[in-house]
T-cell receptor, first 114, second 111 residues
Framework: KAGVTQTPRYLIKTRGQQVTLSCSPISGHRSVSWYQQTPGQGLQFLFEYFSETQRNKGNFPGRFSGRQFSNSRSEMNVSTLELGDSALYLC?????????????FGPGTRLTVL | SQELEQSPQSLIVQEGKNLTINCTSS?????LYWYKQKYGEGLIFLMM?????EEKSHEKITAKLDEKKQQSSLHITASQPSHAGIYLCGADDQAGTALIFGKGTTLSVSS
């Protein structure tokens, strides 16, 4: 069974630009969550999608948005990039159901904002 | 909001030595997860603890959950260079739809 895949793996952008990251969950998984990892703040929850609906959202500004497609693939978008957005962005998928019960993480996308 | 505090923040041990990493929650723990991360990579699920007093082992790694103390410990026996990495504890948030994480413990194993 293929694991969670994220594309691209590395990305360099400049301030003010926007970026779109992609996540393909494990086959059959309907929940996709996104996390931001920085040295200072650690791993922080961005949002979670289940069956194309955003179920939960973390404490991030509106510049961070996401969506999920009917095949459960998910994208997240960051607009008007700031230097502080430089981070490792991880997505995780889990089987259908309301509770997080073992999330499988992708390798992450390393975003650098110059 | 619930917070998870890990200690120590970093650890350097000699190969073959035992070590323990702690994770303390500011609120009642209903489920506790341990993950390992190689620098700049995704998280690898190690184990999940759900009941007070529960103890699980995977190879040379053992984790315990003490609900009363709102704490979990991860113990590695006879450490090896392959154990090096960042260990993170995670727990379900109150809504049960997201994970919150500790800031991680960086383990280095010297040979």
């Amino acid at each position: 069974k293929a694991g969670v895949t994220q594309t691209p793996r590395y990305l360099i952008k400049t301030r003010g630009q926007q970026v779109t990251l992609s996540c393909s969950p494990i086959s059959g998984h309907r929940s996709v969550s996104w996390y931001q990892q920085t040295p200072g703040q650690g791993l922080q929850f961005l949002f979670e999608y289940f069956s194309e609906t955003q179920r939960n959202k973390g404490n991030f500004p509106g510049r961070f948005s996401g969506r999920q497609f009917s095949n459960s693939r998910s994208e997240m978008n960051v607009s008007t990039l700031e230097l502080g957005d430089s981070a490792l962005y991880l997505c995780a998928s889990s089987p259908s159901g309301p509770k997080v019960n073992e999330q499988f993480f992708g390798p992450g996308t390393r975003l650098t904002v110059l | 909001s619930q917070e998870l505090e890990q200690s120590p923040q970093s650890l350097i041990v000699q190969e073959g030595k035992n070590l323990t990493i702690n994770c303390t929650s500011s609120k009642t723990l209903y489920g506790l997860y341990w993950y390992k991360q190689k620098y700049g990579e995704g998280l690898i699920f190690l184990m999940m603890l759900q009941k007070g007093g529960e103890e699980k082992s995977h190879e040379k790694i053992t984790a315990k959950l003490d609900e009363k103390k709102q704490q979990s410990s991860l113990h590695i026996t006879a450490s090896q260079p392959s154990h090096a990495g960042i260990y993170l504890c995670g727990a379900d948030d109150q809504a049960g739809t997201a994970l919150i994480f500790g800031k991680g413990t960086t383990l280095s194993v010297s040979s």
